[in-house]
């Protein structure tokens, strides 16, 4: 079944802008991706959605892996490609379901935020099982249905909800996915990541369209959104908006080959 899809290639240039993560917040992400795919210096791990290298960069500076970054946005790749010039990370336009790999290449395998954005979540899978080595691991970051009604953006943006509602798939259903295609265990664990450290860089996010589902709004109704959002946090103070928005609670789903 076909889902609502982004043009990564129309927002490329403006990507970073929306989805920058405190430097804190992307440590923790990468020592959960090097303690989960338990990587060493010189494993391979491949970031599967990689889009512009936001965890791709620090995996490889942090952990002392290799690492591949793929997407299928040559856009989002060159953007990516802009930034560091090593020859420990290699960029390859792919399909995540149709992957350019030969069978047991990776050591592991992440991605972020990417099973949405495609048709079937069974290839997808059942690629990255193929591409990894024995005993290798995929790593899939997402949000679970329960921590997503939590989150502002859902509550001023309706549609988005609607959106991502019916696309993001259940956890469950992942961990059901990786078991179907031949990983041996499957689980999660959830992690608490901090998203701002003010109001302000929140709206300036939602402004930017920092989730996909947002791009896929019309300007009125993005508009819309953060006049409801702007006024709220008005009403409430500072103090409180900033609890609100701060943190958030994501689900890292673990597949062992």
């Not at 399909?95 to 069978?103: I, N, Q, T, V, Y």
């Not at 179907?180 to 499957?186: D, E, H, M, N, P």
């Not at 109001?199 to 589902?213: C, E, F, G, L, P």
Request: charged letters at 25%; proline letters at 3%; aromatic letters at 8%.
């Amino acid at each position: 079944m076909s889902v609502p899809k982004a043009d990564y290639s129309v927002i490329a240039s403006g990507y970073d802008q929306g989805r920058l993560l405190p430097d804190e917040t992307i440590g923790h992400w990468v020592g959960l991706i090097r303690d989960r795919g338990r990587l060493t210096p010189g494993s391979l791990c491949l970031d599967l959605g990689c889009g512009t290298g936001r965890f791709t960069i620090p995996i490889v500076q942090m952990t002392g892996a290799r690492a591949v970054g793929a997407d299928l946005s040559g856009e989002m790749l060159a953007q990516a490609a802009s930034k560091v010039a090593t020859n420990q990370v290699f960029w390859v336009q792919s399909d995540a379901e149709g992957l350019a790999f030969r069978h047991g290449t990776f050591d592991c395998i992440f991605m972020s935020l990417l099973l949405h954005h495609v048709d079937s979540i069974d290839r997808v899978l059942g690629e990255c099982f193929n591409a990894l080595k024995p005993g290798g691991v995929c790593l899939v970051r997402t949000s679970a249905h329960e921590d997503m009604v939590t989150m502002p953006v859902y509550r001023f943006f309706p549609k988005a909800w609607e959106i991502d509602r019916d696309r993001l798939p259940e956890i469950v259903f992942i961990e059901d996915s990786m078991r179907r295609v031949g990983f041996a265990q499957a689980g999660h664990e959830k992690v608490t990541q901090t998203l701002v450290s003010s109001v302000d860089a929140y709206i300036d996010k939602m402004r930017r369209r920092n989730i996909s589902a947002l791009t896929l709004l019309t300007d009125k109704e993005l508009e819309d959104g953060l006049r409801r959002m702007e006024d709220h946090f008005r009403s409430i103070g500072d103090a409180a908006a900033l609890k609100e928005v701060a943190a958030e609670q994501l689900t890292l789903v673990i597949g062992e080959k």
